[in-house]
């Protein structure tokens, strides 16, 4: 039986429909800044007040490096602006930088959740705020800076509480690393306590060892743990040929140093037998430390970082770690004569300025750059500023010389400050936009 066929239906033409383009959405990268933004995640807001904090303290120290070559802003002191200068570069945005690595790397460490943004947000700015307050009342009235620092002192307590949680919290077998941050952490506020007790009494010796006190068991113990954990992991990472060597013995030789320098700091106030005698032991010692620490960059992989520029800088930071050492007992021995040491402040500011300061600029460019979403290069920029720090640490190393040429530190400090400035608000623009990947945090 055959089957009809079908008829065939003509075809009509569809015609298009006329459609709205979708708006185009603006490169997350260009956003505006936005304070809000600063909550998506801890580092955000940790970084953006030690950036504040950076750019005040270091344009203030510069006036009053101009102030004191030029006489023309005769800036009057209610303080020692010696003792304001280091408080605020000890105490002031190194813990706030530190809030906002531990907050976000410390949770990874410890297998824990990271507390909320907003939990942070009161102890921040009581130590952002408070060290303003500080430098303010550094020229107006001791009473008013004793009030800022109160306020700073405050506000690091409970960011310390808020770390020793996490790592209370945390059921990690190996949680040597959070534990030495959140001991140094307790050295370092009873550090500041020690300090507004003793200038309060207008012990200024007292005063200037609690500091001291302060910057070696808090502030170079907290980099000296980072480093342990993460110069190796982040070298491993980029230089395949090379293993994350860090052992724990490797960590009690720098804290044994550390031990060292702070012990040095209290001899004269507690009676230690001092004199030519003190001067040979402790310059040998020192020197021997820097030897080790010197060994240890290289073998960490300094020579193979050098192409890598972000992870240089790494490096090379650390490697004025032993550099101030050698600094220091080579500034001992060749002091033994005049029963001084030759060298002054420089061997301190090998550290601070050289180490410590190296490190911030390497390491807070590196999370800045991975949790916005951006490659983790170090730029032209990031280089060039790099390098001319490394240039104001040589001026203020030579400025602490006796022959050093007059203005030399004024230079110094004017280079830091312009450094920080450019570097500084760079990264801060980063903080109030959302990340350029689009991902979240």
């Not at 230089?239 to 320098?261: K, Q, S, T």
């Not at 290289?298 to 240089?312: D, H, K």
């Not at 983790?376 to 500023?385: I, M």
């Amino acid at each position: 039986m055959n089957t009809p066929a079908r008829p065939v239906l003509p075809i009509r033409p569809v015609r298009a429909q006329a459609t709205t383009p979708a708006p185009r959405a603006e490169p997350p990268g260009r956003r505006p800044w936005r304070p809000r933004h600063l909550l998506l995640a801890p580092h955000r807001l940790g970084f953006a007040l030690a950036v504040l904090l950076l750019l005040a303290s270091g344009a203030w120290w510069a006036l009053v490096q101009v102030d004191r070559v030029s006489g023309l802003v005769g800036l009057s002191y209610a303080v020692s602006p010696t003792l304001g200068h280091a408080s605020v570069m000890t105490f002031g945005f190194i813990p706030l930088f530190f809030a906002g690595f531990l907050f976000t790397a410390g949770p990874k460490w410890l297998g824990v959740s990271p507390p909320a943004v907003t939990a942070l947000v009161a102890p921040l700015l009581l130590q952002a705020g408070g060290w303003l307050v500080w430098l303010l009342g550094l020229h107006s009235a001791a009473g008013l800076a004793m009030a800022g620092a109160g306020a700073a002192l405050l506000g690091l307590g409970w960011m310390v509480a808020l770390f020793w949680q996490l790592v209370l919290r945390s059921t990690q077998p190996d949680r040597l690393h959070a534990k030495t941050v959140g001991l140094a952490g307790a050295v370092g506020v009873a550090s500041l306590a020690l300090m507004l007790a003793a200038l309060s009494l207008d012990a200024f010796d007292v005063a200037r060892a609690a500091v001291l006190t302060g910057l070696w068991g808090f502030v170079v113990v907290t980099y000296l743990v980072v480093a342990h954990r993460m110069i190796p992991f982040f070298t491993s990472s980029a230089v395949p040929m090379l293993d994350a060597w860090r052992p724990f013995w490797v960590l009690w030789v720098l804290l044994g140093a550390v031990a060292l320098e702070v012990l040095a700091v209290w001899a004269p106030l507690i009676g230690w037998p001092l004199g030519r005698g003190w001067m040979l032991s402790l310059g040998l010692m020192e020197l021997a430390a820097g030897s080790v620490i010197l060994w240890l960059a290289f073998v960490w992989g300094l020579v193979q970082s050098l192409s890598i520029r972000l992870l240089a800088m790494l490096h090379l930071g650390f490697l004025w770690l032993g550099l101030s050492f050698v600094l220091a007992g080579t500034s001992q021995l060749f002091g033994l004569r005049l029963g001084t040491p030759v060298l002054g402040l420089g061997a301190l500011h090998a550290l601070t300025m050289g180490c410590l300061g190296s490190l911030m600029l390497a390491m807070v460019t590196r999370v800045s750059c991975g949790h916005s979403g951006r490659t983790l290069v170090a730029d032209n920029l990031v280089w060039t500023l790099f390098w001319l720090l490394q240039l104001a640490v040589v001026l203020r190393i030579t400025a602490a010389l006796e022959q050093a040429p007059v203005g030399l530190l004024m230079v110094a400090a004017l280079l830091w400050a312009g450094v920080m400035a450019v570097w500084g608000l760079r990264m801060a623009s980063w903080y109030g936009r959302v990340r350029v990947d689009g991902r979240p945090g």
